[in-house]
Nanobody, 121 residues
Framework: QPQFVESGGGLVLPGGSLRLSCTVS????????LGWYRQAPGKQRELVAA???????RYADSVKGRFSISEDNAKTAVYLQMNDLKPEDTAVYYC???????????????WGQGTQVTVST
């Protein structure tokens, strides 16, 4: 089973930025799509951004223009650059994988521990 280790979360002021990292093991990047998900208190987990094996991307409407997903050249990590953060972005962020960009929900892997992002004054 693929394993995901998320990091980079923290407390940030509204309008600030964070870059999340997810180290992936046991998965062939060039075959699968990778995604970032988040779960806010009292809400269902949702897909935020995803990147396919050929580097196509998709974003939730709520983060378009503010978040950017990327992967490293060695294809062992995926990143989420988050700019202009808003209080409603507060959540635990996770990464996971799917077969294609259109089949990311539900994802196919086991959830990691995630990384907490808190946007607050």
């Amino acid at each position: 089973q693929p394993q995901f280790v998320e990091s980079g979360g923290g407390l940030v002021l509204p309008g600030g930025s964070l870059r999340l990292s997810c180290t992936v093991s046991g998965l062939i990047f060039r075959v699968y799509a990778l995604g970032w998900y988040r779960q806010a208190p009292g809400k269902q987990r949702e897909l935020v951004a995803a990147i396919s094996a050929d580097a196509q991307t998709r974003y939730a409407d709520s983060v378009k223009g503010r978040f950017s997903i990327s992967e490293d050249n060695a294809k062992t990590a995926v990143y989420l650059q988050m700019n202009d953060l808003k209080p409603e972005d507060t959540a635990v962020y996770y990464c996971n994988y799917g077969i294609t960009l259109s089949t990311m929900s539900p994802p196919r892997g086991i959830w990691g521990q995630g990384t907490q992002v808190t946007v607050s004054t």
